[in-house]
């Protein structure tokens, strides 16, 4: 069955960087477009960046653009977010999601924290 499991979170502080990953299994993953979203206490999904297959292009939200690189190893079944210059803000669980076969898939999603 697909399965996309997070990693990487954790307690960090402002200024810092984190690098989330996101394990795939049980879809042919280089076929598959990827995205990370995340949810902070309080608010709503809020979708951040986008890979695309083959020569994957990339997109990412306005919040976070500049601050956050998205990136996929298709050899690992691997995506990951790269994220610097972290702020209180982007405090959030973020989910990686996959969507194919008009299903979506989710991961369990992993906490980010930034505070001093």
């Known amino acids: 069955q697909v399965q996309l499991v997070e990693s990487g979170g954790g307690l960090v502080q402002p200024g810092g960087s984190l690098r989330l990953s996101c394990a795939a299994s049980?879809?042919?993953?280089?076929?598959?477009?990827l995205s990370w979203l995340r949810q902070g206490p309080g608010k709503g999904l809020e979708w951040i960046s986008e890979?695309?297959?083959?020569?994957?292009?990339?997109y990412y939200a306005d919040s976070v653009k500049g601050r956050f690189t998205i990136s996929r190893d298709d050899a690992k079944n691997t995506m990951y977010l790269q994220m610097s210059s972290l702020k209180p803000e982007d405090t959030a669980i973020y989910y990686c999601n996959a969507h194919f076969s008009l299903r979506e898939y989710w991961g369990q999603g992993t906490q980010v924290t930034v505070s001093p």
């Open positions: 890979i695309l297959t083959g020569g994957g292009s990339t």
């Open positions: 049980g879809f042919t993953f280089s076929n598959v477009a």
